[in-house]
């Protein structure tokens, strides 16, 4: 039996999809489902069991699994509740990673490109604890996963006891299916595309840094497909552990996005700017690009989409779908 936590949530509910399709039906889901319509993630899957966050620790007692990928969190970059948060992003993780540990059971867990903070160190993911310590996350949420990074890194370094394998993923800004319940959380596009589809203008911010255009900030956008096939090829790998980037490596603006999705439906762009909320400006990164060298160096070949290519796939094969859920 394999355990996601998170699995009910956006990149969570497409590993468990991924995972049916391989034939894997033995999946534990743990999540909370909530009032938002998440349940619809799972809606069309195949599912060993359900298991609330609270009950968690209990139902792992005498429990045999086969691997645990840890994707559950509370992962708004806007969330100031510090004591709730390093509860459940930092210490339900450690108690994860022990429980790994001492039943010999694969864990690979979602870090984030957030913990790179401004970038000013730029975003090689050397999993060394001097390397580590260089980084200063912008937000409470990259913070937390900095904490567990530095946690299990400090491990690995001592030589102390780990998992058979473990590994830390680095996501940058995954966009896809079943992203929905996300609320302001979504990515661009699937927050915008409904004024796309209805002729309204779609508002992009401006730039309040010299140098960078409006809706020239710069992402490294990962569709969740090539976020999924990284993860089952762990699980197919159980020899490859460490912190790794998972991006695409080449840096694409918000423009780009919409243009693509614009470029998608066949349809004129409309494109306004505003400003940027003053809340916002001082933490907002306007440049993320992972190196994904190690990933590659690793062994992994599995490659990433293009972004219009991913944009294309999301917008005709689901956005603009009654049914847009995988």
Same mark, same amino acid.
């Given at each position: 039996m394999l355990l996601?936590?998170?699995?009910?949530?956006?990149?969570?509910?497409?590993?468990?999809?991924?995972?049916?399709?391989?034939?894997?039906?033995?999946?534990?889901?743990?999540?909370?489902?909530?009032?938002?319509?998440k349940w619809r993630n799972l809606a069309k899957r195949r599912l060993a069991d359900i298991v609330p966050p609270a009950d968690l620790l209990e139902w792992l007692k005498g429990r045999r699994l086969d691997a645990i990928i840890h994707l559950g969190a509370i992962s708004e970059t806007t969330t100031t509740d510090g004591d709730l948060v390093i509860e459940t992003n930092f210490r339900l993780s450690m108690r994860l990673l022990d429980w790994c540990t001492a039943n010999a059971v694969p864990f690979i867990y979602a870090s984030s490109a957030s913990t790179y903070g401004d970038g000013a160190q730029g975003f090689r993911d050397d999993q060394s604890v001097a390397a580590l310590k260089t980084l200063r996350p912008m937000n409470l949420y990259g913070w937390s996963k900095h904490l567990f990074d530095m946690a299990v890194a400090g491990r690995a370094a001592k030589g102390e006891k780990l998992p058979p394998q473990w590994a830390g993923l680095k996501f940058f800004n995954v966009f896809g299916p079943n992203e929905y319940h996300k609320g302001p959380m979504m990515s661009v596009l699937a927050r915008r595309f409904d004024d796309i589809k209805a002729g309204r203008p779609v508002q992009l911010f401006r730039s309040h840094r010299e140098g960078i255009?409006?809706?020239?900030?710069?992402?490294?956008?990962?569709?969740?497909?090539?976020?999924?096939? @990284?993860?089952?090829?762990?699980?197919?790998?159980?020899?490859v552990s460490g912190i790794f980037n998972v991006g695409t490596g080449k840096a694409r603006s918000f423009k780009d996005v919409m243009l693509s999705a614009y470029a998608?439906?066949?349809?004129?762009?409309?494109?306004?700017?505003?400003?940027?909320?003053?809340?916002?400006?001082?933490?907002?990164?306007?440049?993320?690009?992972?190196?994904?060298?190690?990933?590659?160096?690793?062994?992994?070949?599995?490659?990433?989409?293009?972004?219009?290519?991913?944009?294309?796939?999301? @917008?005709?094969?689901?956005?603009?779908?009654?049914?847009?859920?995988?």
């Open positions: 996601v936590t998170g699995g009910a949530g956006f990149i969570g509910s497409n590993l468990v999809a991924a995972l049916n399709d391989a034939g894997g039906t033995d999946v534990a889901v743990c999540d909370v489902l909530g009032h938002d319509g255009a409006d809706g020239d900030q710069r992402r490294d956008f990962v569709y969740v497909d090539d976020v999924v096939r @990284v993860m089952m090829w762990l699980l197919a790998t159980p020899s998608a439906l066949g349809v004129t762009p409309n494109l306004q700017y505003i400003d940027m909320p003053e809340a916002i400006r001082g933490s907002y990164q306007y440049f993320t690009q992972g190196d994904v060298d190690r990933l590659r160096s690793a062994g992994y070949n599995g490659g990433f989409t293009a972004l219009e290519d991913a944009v294309e796939t999301y @917008v005709n094969g689901f956005l603009d779908r009654a049914d847009r859920f995988r």
